[in-house]
């Protein structure tokens, strides 16, 4: 498949929804639109809503079936940013090559903004549940799935410890937590909600979740990768941060070395997993290529 024009058409889909589902900034109070707004449109991969309409393909479905749970993801996706990015947190200046939300709306707005995102994200998840064939159950099961990955089972517990072990000499399974949690949490819940919302059958629902929590683990070590050589130019943002701040990550571990045999052996069992879908999984495994030599 030609899959740069693949991202293309289906980057195009979401961001149209993405317009439609978002409060216009017009609206009252519309600074607080406009900051989210601001944040959401910066550019961006799609990653986590791609997953979701990828997985719906894999399955036999067209993205109008899983879209409101797509752009859900996406705009938790992008209200983690906003934090990270505060002074209280990693305190960065720009985001994908753009002054960071609280730069331009302040930190009250930009709490607030990642806040009515996340809010929002919710609601759209509940409404997915409007969609001609989607089973209330599953939708219903989609929003833990994605509350957990989210909330301090995932995302937010795998912030957490990235903070507490800046500074400090960590082991192994520490490490793993964190990469698995701050990120292949939500990527994982992104796939799997998309498999929920199409009726997967118990052999391709475990499949999905194998190929998740591997490209899952993918993504952020090349993060980790980037932060180290990256081109700053390219990423939108400066390089070096993550051994300013003492991060822990893959490369400070281990080295760029095995950091990149890790990840080398992370896509070839994602690829693995795909396997129960013979022909039907273009896009999943096109994308395990995409992310492992991604620039930015």
């Known amino acids: 498949m030609d899959f740069k024009s693949y991202l293309k058409n289906r980057c195009l889909l979401v961001d149209k929804a993405l317009d439609k589902l978002m409060p216009p900034s017009e609206e009252y109070p519309s600074v607080i639109n406009q900051a989210m707004r601001y944040s959401v449109f910066a550019g961006g991969k799609r990653i986590r809503p791609l997953l979701v309409i990828m997985t719906a393909e894999t399955l036999g479905y067209k993205a109008e079936r899983v879209m409101p749970t797509a752009c859900a993801l996406e705009l938790i996706h992008t209200y983690s940013l906003i934090h990270d990015d505060l002074p209280c947190m990693d305190d960065d200046d720009f985001r994908r090559g753009q002054p960071t939300n609280h730069k331009v709306f302040g930190e009250n707005m930009a709490v607030l903004g990642g806040d009515g995102l996340l809010t929002l994200a919710f609601e759209l998840i509940a409404g997915n549940g409007g969609v001609k064939g989607v089973r209330q159950k599953n939708v219903l099961k989609s929003l833990q799935l994605i509350a957990e990955g989210a909330g301090t089972h995932g995302m937010v517990g795998g912030q957490v410890v990235d903070i507490i072990s800046e500074n400090k000499k960590i082991s192994e399974p520490v490490l793993q937590y964190i990469h698995t949690h701050k990120t292949g949490a939500l990527i994982r819940a992104s796939i799997l909600s998309g498999a929920l919302l199409c009726d997967a059958s118990k052999k391709e629902y475990l499949a999905l979740k194998s190929y998740g929590e591997h490209i899952g683990l993918v993504f952020q070590i090349v993060d980790d990768i980037l932060n180290v050589i990256g081109d700053e130019k390219k990423l939108g943002k400066a390089v070096g941060t ?55």
Do not use: H
């Not at 991060?247 to 400070?252: D, F, G, L, Q, R």
């Not at 069992?269 to 395990?288: I, Q, Y």
């Open 242 to 296: 993550d051994a300013v701040r003492k991060k822990v990550t893959y490369p400070a571990l281990y080295g760029l070395e095995q950091s990149r045999a890790e990840v080398k052996l992370l896509c070839e069992k994602a690829k693995l997993a795909l396997k129960v879908f013979g022909k039907k999984a273009p896009a999943l495994n096109a994308l395990v290529d995409y992310l492992e030599k991604r620039e930015a």
